[in-house]
C-alpha cells in the first residue's frame, strides 16, 4: 500500500521557521521525484519544489527560492522541506507527491502529474 505522510506543520510567527517531512513507503524509492505543493482557500494548487529521484536536481517556484530548501534522505525514504524567513503568504495546506520518472533520474517538475499524494499538513503563518 502506497503511503506518504507529512508532519511537521503548526502555526509559526512571520519570519520563523519549520520543516515538513514526507515519509514514503510501499513504492520503489529510487524510482520518483518527490513533489511538495501547496493550497491556499480560495486558490488554486501550486507546486512549491520538487527533487529528482537521484536527489541531484531540485526546482522551486520563485516565491520561494532562497528561503526553502528541499532535501531528500534515501536512506529513511524521506524528503524534507526546510522553510525559513515565512510569510503570511506562505500559509496553505502542503502536500507531498511522487512522481515516477525513472531510476534515479535527474528531472522533476512542479507542472507534471503526480502518481502519488499524501493527506497534508496546515501551515499557518500569523501573529
Known amino acids: 500500500q502506497v503511503q506518504l505522510v507529512e508532519s511537521g506543520g503548526g502555526l509559526v510567527q512571520p519570519g520563523g521557521s519549520l520543516r515538513l517531512s514526507c515519509a514514503a513507503s510501499g513504492f520503489t524509492w529510487d524510482y520518483y521525484a518527490i513533489g511538495w505543493f501547496r493550497q491556499a482557500p480560495g486558490k488554486e494548487r501550486e507546486g512549491v519544489s520538487c527533487i529528482s529521484s537521484s536527489g541531484t536536481s531540485t526546482d522551486y517556484t520563485d516565491s520561494v527560492k532562497g528561503r526553502f530548501t528541499i532535501s531528500r534522505d534515501n536512506a529513511k525514504k524521506t524528503v524534507y522541506l526546510q522553510m525559513n524567513s515565512l510569510k503570511p503568504e506562505d500559509t496553505a495546506v502542503y502536500f507531498c507527491?511522487?512522481?515516477?520518472?525513472?531510476?534515479?533520474?535527474?528531472?522533476?517538475?512542479?507542472?507534471?502529474?503526480?502518481?502519488?499524494w499524501g493527506q497534508g499538513t496546515q501551515v499557518t503563518v500569523s501573529t
Open positions: 507527491a511522487a512522481d515516477r520518472t525513472g531510476y534515479l533520474s535527474t528531472g522533476c517538475g512542479l507542472r507534471t502529474s503526480y502518481n502519488y
